[in-house]
């Protein structure tokens, strides 16, 4: 486990799935990350690579051979090498392998960047296409924040609010899959209200966001989290059933959809890299 500090923040993180692990503000005392009680879900926020979501029947095909990949893919499974640059800074590496070349055939470089800026964490993810074919990929996030995280307050308490949208279209899952049936939610004063059967059938995915930053607040007291991204064309927002906690859900890449004829070229949201290139997104919490 490798910790990460400043006047404000304190943060822990492991080399499985270089994976947040806990996210600590020394200014409100209070524990924002999810514990991963395995009752509900035992993660707290695992890397979303090298595809987002489910494939038909767990599968794809890539020139013509055919390739089975499980839900979200495999870096949150892999122990990644990990160089500690500074009390507030810590890089996560994952390159191919003999086990991903068998079900994955591109050869890459992911890395997790974590920062503490002032009273922000900041993860960045960082592709290099390491070989000499074009690289295709997905990249995700799923951190998990605790809701109840103050004394005193129950989930219904809690709302999302929106810096843009004023309403939401979501795409609904069959099976994991997205669905071609939408269903429009109106938010009052951009704020979507926490309630556990929002999620009873799976996650709500985005294709049309407009908004860049999400706060997690609640009816109660001022605490609460600001979730900052930048150019992510899909986002999930997911608890499991009846959980204590809420997912805030960037991606790049989304599950196949029910139609999909699972070529890897022609899925939804798969990231072109040319040899040679590098791409790279972030994400952002900032709590309070």
């Excluded at 103050?150 to 810096?163: C, R």
Aim: aromatic share 16%; glycine share 6%.
């Amino acid at each position: 486990m490798i910790t990460l500090e400043n006047d404000y923040i304190k943060v822990s993180l492991a080399a499985k799935g270089a994976e947040l692990q806990g996210l600590f503000s020394k200014e409100t005392k209070l524990e924002y990350l999810w514990n991963a009680n395995p009752k509900y879900w035992a993660k707290h926020s695992p890397v979303l690579f090298p595809i987002v979501g489910s494939l038909k029947n767990n599968s794809f095909t890539y020139q013509g051979k055919n390739y089975e990949l499980p839900r979200h893919g495999f870096a949150r499974d892999h122990v990644f090498n990990f160089e500690k640059i500074t009390e507030t800074e810590a890089v996560f590496t994952l390159i191919q392998n003999k086990d991903t070349l068998k079900v994955y055939p591109f050869y890459f470089e992911l890395k997790l960047r974590y920062q503490l800026i002032d009273r922000k964490l900041n993860l960045t993810y960082e592709v290099k296409n390491t070989g000499t074919a074009e690289l295709l990929f997905s990249v995700g996030a799923h951190p998990a924040f605790a809701v109840p995280n103050t004394p005193n307050t129950v989930y219904e308490d809690y709302y999302l609010a929106f810096n843009s949208d004023e309403k939401l279209t979501f795409w609904k899952l069959e099976d994991g899959l997205v669905a071609d049936e939408t269903q429009l939610i109106e938010l009052g004063g951009h704020r979507l209200n926490l309630k556990h059967n929002l999620f009873y059938n799976d996650a709500l995915v985005f294709k049309t966001l407009q908004s860049n930053c999400i706060s997690l607040l609640n009816t109660k007291n001022d605490y609460g989290l600001h979730f900052h991204f930048e150019e992510f064309p899909f986002f999930g927002i997911w608890a499991a059933t009846d959980a204590p906690f809420v997912c805030l859900e960037p991606w790049c890449g989304v599950a196949d959809g029910v139609n999909h004829d699972q070529e890897l070229t022609r899925k939804e949201g798969i990231v072109k890299l040319d040899a040679g290139e590098n791409w790279s997104r972030f994400w952002e919490v900032e709590c309070f």
